[in-house]
């Protein structure tokens, strides 16, 4: 090797790309929405009014927030524990199989995952048209989908980019369980059959059991991506029919950028958006602790 | 004894049929949306039947690149794409190795702000952002769609795992033997990070590519539009023309798509490491 003495690498220099970026564009950022959420803020005047917590008073006593949050909250829920419980059920299938199939399965049931959200709802929304796919598929066992297509009705909108999103992150998902699955010492299972445990028997007292950690902690990945839904909202229904698939995040959007005057109450919004967001991080870390210790 | 492998066996086949149609389901509309790109869809179309036997066509392909700006959007993708994702396996690289291997003051303070960057979502601080990047003049450039991403917070930590988990003697070698700092850096460590590089390239240019609110927010003009912001809009100029649309859709998935053919396992890899690193 050649004696050559380049130049030293100082650990700031290093560092630099980190500082810049982490103070620039996140912490800066953070500070300002948190100023932001306490003052009026006309867009087009450009002027700052400090007006105190009424940012949050008012958001909080208005029919949209607690409609988008109720909404948010129906999608979560409706989606996080299907979602998780298809892939398991998946997972289990996928397993069975020989490596070659497995792997073909494991290739397809991802796709989605890896596709931009912008496509996907595109797809679906022709799918769920009113003469779409769906409803021809419907008319064909002889049941009638909604008049207007599944999108324009207040009461199938939402449930519709729920399906969606369960289509989409199942695969991803059953992924995760799988990885979960392999740490699994196999033993278990052969000391557990020789014993005569069923397959049923195996699932419940040693895979669910074992699993747990995974299971905790896709549920609370799942449940903090769900509750930020925007995209698909945006594309499909932009918050319609009647404020029917109006997410927090969609709100949020909505007054930040739809608005002159509302910046300063969607900063308060978004904080607000965060603090629950962060709770679910909370169970997170103390989940991921327990799992270490 | 045998009766048992039988039933197993059956059993193994009606999961695997199961399976083939949760498959098919998954592909479905992938194929149906290209199926839509290559049919000449009449304007008003009554009936799914009168989508369904409208006579085949490239030319939604041809309009969507010549007439409506989809080539200039896939050239944004690529370019604002290939750049991002340079600058994060050098510089992630960079901050990563700082945090393995140096000490130096405040670092669990700092390297707490990588974690605690990690979890902000980023809609809190979309608005801020929108203004800092107004202020900045940077609305409608490159500049918006490229420098807040050079460095990700994700890229940091697993890079720093990663290099932590490599034993030091070589560097420690080299160093014995006179090798400068940037030598060892660029010379020896980068090589035996390779496998994670490779993860977070892929990582890195997957998420850039479908990333779809920041370059929403940060453009309003054709020229700078990425791909999907450029299908979002486009949904909103077309009375929608189904074919045209899809056609649309296709080409920002197809690239994606080539990709999984050729690389399924090192993408899976990628994108479940996040998660599975912790």
Same mark, same amino acid.
């Given at each position: ?32 929405? #948190? ?64 490596? /070659? ?5 494991? %290739? ?170 962060? !709770? $679910? ?13 | ?39 000449? !869809? ?63 003051? $405040? ?85 035996? #990070? /390779? ?11 997957? %998420? ?7 370059? $929403? ?7 700078? /539009? ?6 979002? $809009? ?45």
């Amino acid at each position: 090797m050649t004696k050559r003495r380049a130049l030293p690498a100082p650990t700031l220099v290093l560092l630099l790309p980190w500082l810049v970026t982490a103070a620039v564009f996140w912490l800066y950022p953070l500070v300002y929405a #948190a100023v932001l959420s306490f003052t009026k803020h006309s867009t087009l005047a450009s002027t700052y009014e400090w007006v105190g917590v009424a940012n949050y008073t008012n958001l909080l006593s208005s029919d949209r927030f607690w409609l988008a949050l109720s909404n948010t909250t129906i999608f979560t829920v409706g989606t996080v524990p299907v979602t998780t419980a298809l892939a398991i059920a998946l997972a289990l299938g996928v397993r069975g199989q020989s490596p /070659r199939v497995a792997s073909l399965l494991r %290739s397809s049931y991802f796709l989605p995952s890896i596709t931009s959200l912008v496509v996907i709802a595109l797809i679906f929304t022709n799918l769920y048209a009113r003469d779409g796919v769906i409803n021809a598929l419907l008319s064909m066992v002889g049941m009638a989908g909604p008049e207007r297509g599944w999108l324009l009705d207040t009461s199938t909108a939402l449930p519709a980019i729920m399906a969606m999103d369960i289509w989409i992150s199942t695969g991803y998902y059953m992924v995760l369980v799988l990885a979960g699955m392999e740490n699994i010492p196999k033993d278990l299972y052969e000391t557990a059959r020789l014993a005569g445990a069923t397959a049923w028997q195996q699932f419940a007292r040693i895979t669910l059991p074992l699993l747990r950690p995974t299971l905790v902690f896709i549920l609370v990945l799942n449940s903090i991506k769900s509750f930020q839904v925007f995209v698909e909202i945006y594309v499909m229904t932009k918050g319609g029919p009647l404020g029917a698939t109006t997410t927090l995040v969609y709100e949020l959007y909505h007054q930040a950028f739809e608005q002159s005057d509302m910046m300063g109450q969607a900063s308060a919004l978004a904080y607000i958006i965060f603090v629950i967001l962060l !709770v $679910f991080s909370g169970i997170q870390m103390h989940v991921l602790r327990n799992k270490t210790s | 004894m045998d009766s048992i492998v039988r039933t197993t066996k059956l059993h193994r086949i009606i999961v695997g049929v199961l399976l083939a149609i949760v498959a098919i389901g998954m592909a479905y509309p992938m194929v149906w949306m290209l199926l839509l790109s290559l049919r000449a !869809v009449p304007e008003q179309y009554g009936s799914l039947a009168d989508l369904m036997f409208a006579p085949t066509t490239t030319s939604n392909y041809t309009d969507a690149l010549g007439s409506d700006d989809f080539g200039r959007y896939m050239l944004n993708s690529v370019i604002v794409g290939t750049i991002v994702t340079a600058g994060n396996v050098l510089f992630c690289f960079l901050v990563g190795y700082a945090f393995a291997r140096r000490a130096f003051a $405040f670092k669990a303070l700092l390297f707490a702000t990588v974690l605690g960057v990690l979890i902000i979502p980023p809609h809190v601080v979309m608005i801020p952002m929108y203004k800092l990047m107004a202020t900045l003049g940077w609305i409608n450039t490159y500049w918006a769609l490229i420098v807040p991403w050079l460095v990700t917070p994700f890229g940091v930590f697993l890079v720093r795992q990663y290099v932590a988990s490599l034993p030091a003697e070589l560097e420690d070698a080299a160093r014995i033997d006179g090798a400068g700092e940037w030598y060892i850096l660029f010379g020896i460590v980068m090589p035996l #990070a /390779r496998p994670v590089l490779t993860v977070l390239a892929i990582y890195v240019f997957l %998420s850039n590519w479908n990333s779809f609110l920041f370059p $929403f927010l940060f453009t309003n003009d054709e020229a700078h /539009r990425t791909l999907p912001v450029g299908l979002a $809009f486009y949904v909103g100029k077309q009375s929608i023309d189904w074919g045209h649309l899809m056609a649309g859709a296709s080409i920002s998935a197809l690239p994606i798509l080539a990709l999984f053919m050729m690389f399924q396992r090192r993408i899976i890899e990628g994108l479940t490491a996040g998660a599975l690193k912790e």
